[in-house]
C-alpha cells in the first residue's frame, strides 16, 4: 500500500505525467475561485460597513447641523431664541455622538475657527485644513485611515433660513473603525478555516481525479505489458475513453501484424524443413534399398547412384536459392549500382539459357526496341531476367516459343517474357510470389523447380523500386512484365 501511495506521488512530482497536470488543473480551478471570493467579500463588506457608517454619522450630524441653525448656535450674541439652555442640548447631542462612535466632533465656523471641540482641546483655536475649506466650498469628503483605525469626515452646516443656503459652518469629525476592523477579523478568521478546509478538500479531490482519470492509461500500459510478457495472445480492450480505444485499436493493429509476421515466419520455416528433408529422404530410401540387396548389379547401382546424385543437386539448388533470398532480405538496403548495357545483359542471359530451351525444344527469341542502359545491381538484375526466361522455358509445351522483349521510354526500361506455355490458373496468380509457391508440386519438382525463383525476383524488382506484373490464360502460356526505373535516383524520389 505505502509502495503504491510512493508511486503515485512520484508520479505526481513529475511534471511530465498526465497526473500531475490533472492535479496542479484541479488545485489551480479549485483555489483561484475560493481565494478570490474570500478576499472579495472581505474588502466589499469592509467598503460596504465603512459607507454605511458614515452615512449614519452624517445623517445624524445633518439633523444637529440642523439644530445649531435653528438655535443660531454661531451668534455669540444672544439673538431670538439663541439662549445658553439650547446651546448646552446641542452640546449634549454632540457629546453623544462622539461618544457612541468614539470620536470627536469639531464644529467650525466661517472664519475656520473651532467653535466646539468635543475633546475641548481645539475651542477658540483657527483650523486651517483642506479638507474644511473644500466642504466650505461644498466638497464633501470623507477619508478611511484603517492602520489608524478610524473615519474622518467633513458635514457642511447648512443656513436653511437663507434661500442661497449658504454653508455657515463645517463640522469635521473623526470616528473609530475599530468596531468594523474587529468585525473584519472575526470574519477573516473564519474565512481562512473555511478557506483551509477547502484547501484540503480541493487538494483531496484533485488527488483522486488525478489517479481515477488516469486510471484507464493504467490499463492500457498493464494489457500491454502482459501482452509483452506473453501472458495474454489475445487483442486488448480498454474502452473507458476515445483515446484509449484509439490506442489499443493501433496496438492490436501491430499485435495482428505481428502475429501473422511470426505466422509466416514460422511456416517459412516449416517449410524450408519439409523442403530440405525431401531430398534426404529419397537419398535415403535409395541408399537403404542398395544396401538391402547385398549383391546388387553393377547396373543398378549406377541407376541408384544417380539418382542420388540428382537429389543432391536438388538439395544443393534449394540451398542456393534460400541463401540468395535471405542475403536479399538482409542487405535489403544495399544495392551495388553500375551503369549497365541491358541489352547486352539479356543476350548474355539468353545464351547461358539457350542449351536448356535446346533440351525442350523451346524457341527463344529477343525483340529489342531500343538500347537501354540503366543504373542497377547487375547480379540482382540477372537472378530477375533469368528466373523469368528459365520458367518461361521450363513451364513450356513441347516446340513452344518465348518471346523477350526490351523497351524503355525516358523514365523506365521494360523487360518482358512471354511463353507459350502451360500458363497459370487464375486463382494461382495471386500466389505465385510466395516462398515455395508451386501450382503443381510434383510437376514443379520433376523440372527442378524449388519455389524460390519469383519471390528472388520480386524482392530483387522491389530492391529496385520496380514493379512486376503477370497475366496469364492457363494452357496457353504467361505473360511477365517488368518496369524498372533507368536510375536510382528515379526510384528514390
Ligand atoms: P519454381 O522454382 O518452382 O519454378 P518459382 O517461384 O519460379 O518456383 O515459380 C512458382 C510457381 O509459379 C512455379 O512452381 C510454377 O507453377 C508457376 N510458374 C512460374 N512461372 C511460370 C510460367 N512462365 N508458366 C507457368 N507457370 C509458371
Not at 479549485?30 to 466589499?44: D, N, R, T, Y
Request: proline letters at 2%; a negative charge.
Amino acid at each position: 500500500m505505502t509502495v503504491k501511495i510512493l508511486g503515485e506521488l512520484k508520479k505526481l512530482l513529475s511534471l511530465r505525467s498526465l497526473q500531475a497536470r490533472i492535479f496542479i488543473i484541479v488545485l489551480v480551478v479549485g483555489l483561484i475561485p475560493s481565494l478570490i471570493m474570500h478576499h472579495g467579500i472581505l474588502g466589499s463588506y469592509e467598503e460596504r460597513s465603512v459607507q454605511n457608517r458614515i452615512a449614519t454619522v452624517q445623517n445624524q450630524l445633518m439633523i444637529v447641523g440642523n439644530h445649531l441653525i435653528s438655535n443660531n448656535y454661531f451668534h455669540t450674541k444672544p439673538e431670538g431664541y439663541n439662549s445658553s439652555v439650547s446651546r448646552e442640548v446641542i452640546n449634549a447631542e454632540l457629546e453623544m455622538i462622539s461618544n457612541l462612535y468614539e470620536g470627536r466632533v469639531m464644529i467650525i465656523n466661517s472664519s475656520l475657527k473651532v467653535v466646539k471641540d468635543t475633546y475641548g482641546i481645539s475651542t477658540g483655536k483657527t483650523i486651517i485644513s483642506e479638507e474644511v475649506i473644500q466642504c466650505f466650498h461644498g466638497e464633501n469628503l470623507f477619508h478611511y485611515d484603517k492602520e489608524h483605525g478610524y473615519i474622518e469626515m467633513t458635514t457642511p452646516i447648512i443656513d436653511t433660513s437663507d434661500s442661497s443656503g449658504a454653508i455657515v459652518g463645517v463640522m469635521l469629525t473623526s470616528i473609530s473603525s475599530e468596531a468594523i476592523a474587529a468585525t473584519l477579523e472575526v470574519l477573516d478568521r473564519k474565512a481562512a478555516i473555511l478557506g483551509n478546509l477547502i484547501f484540503v478538500g480541493v487538494v483531496a479531490l484533485a488527488l483522486v481525479l488525478s489517479v481515477v482519470l488516469t486510471r484507464p492509461f493504467n490499463r492500457v500500459t498493464e494489457a500491454i505489458n502482459e501482452v509483452n510478457a506473453g501472458y495474454s495472445n489475445e487483442s486488448i480492450s480498454v474502452p473507458d475513453y476515445a483515446e484509449t480505444v484509439k490506442i489499443v485499436e493501433a496496438f492490436n493493429h501491430l499485435l495482428s501484424r505481428m502475429k501473422a509476421l511470426d505466422a509466416s515466419r514460422q511456416e517459412f520455416v516449416e517449410n524450408v524443413s519439409h523442403e530440405l528433408k525431401t531430398p534426404m529422404a529419397a537419398v535415403k530410401v535409395l541408399a537403404d534399398s542398395l544396401l538391402s540387396q547385398g549383391d546388387a548389379p553393377a547396373e543398378l547401382y549406377r541407376e541408384f547412384l544417380v539418382d542420388i546424385a540428382s537429389e543432391i543437386d536438388r538439395e544443393n539448388r534449394i540451398i542456393t536459392d534460400l541463401l540468395a533470398l535471405v542475403k536479399m532480405e538482409k542487405k535489403a538496403q544495399e544495392l551495388n549500382i553500375i551503369s549497365l548495357n541491358v541489352n547486352d545483359l539479356v543476350e548474355l542471359i539468353l545464351k547461358r539459357l539457350r542449351p536448356l530451351a535446346r533440351k525442350k525444344d523451346v524457341e527463344v527469341v529477343f525483340e529489342s526496341m531500343r538500347p537501354v542502359m540503366a543504373e542497377v545491381d547487375e547480379v540482382k538484375m540477372t537472378l530477375i531476367m533469368t528466373n523469368l526466361v528459365e520458367n518461361a522455358i521450363k513451364y513450356n509445351k513441347e516446340h513452344g516459343w518465348v518471346r523477350v522483349e526490351l523497351d524503355a521510354d525516358y523514365q523506365y526500361f521494360v523487360f518482358k517474357v512471354s511463353d507459350s506455355g502451360i500458363g497459370i490458373p487464375e486463382d494461382s496468380l495471386a500466389h505465385i510470389y510466395e516462398r515455395f509457391y508451386r501450382v503443381d508440386k510434383s510437376h514443379s519438382r520433376e523440372i527442378g523447380g524449388t519455389g524460390l525463383g519469383l519471390a528472388i525476383t520480386k524482392n530483387a524488382v522491389l530492391m529496385h523500386r520496380g514493379v512486376i506484373n503477370v497475366t496469364s490464360v492457363e494452357g496457353e502460356g504467361s505473360s511477365f512484365t517488368v518496369k524498372i526505373p533507368l536510375t536510382c535516383a528515379l526510384g528514390t524520389s
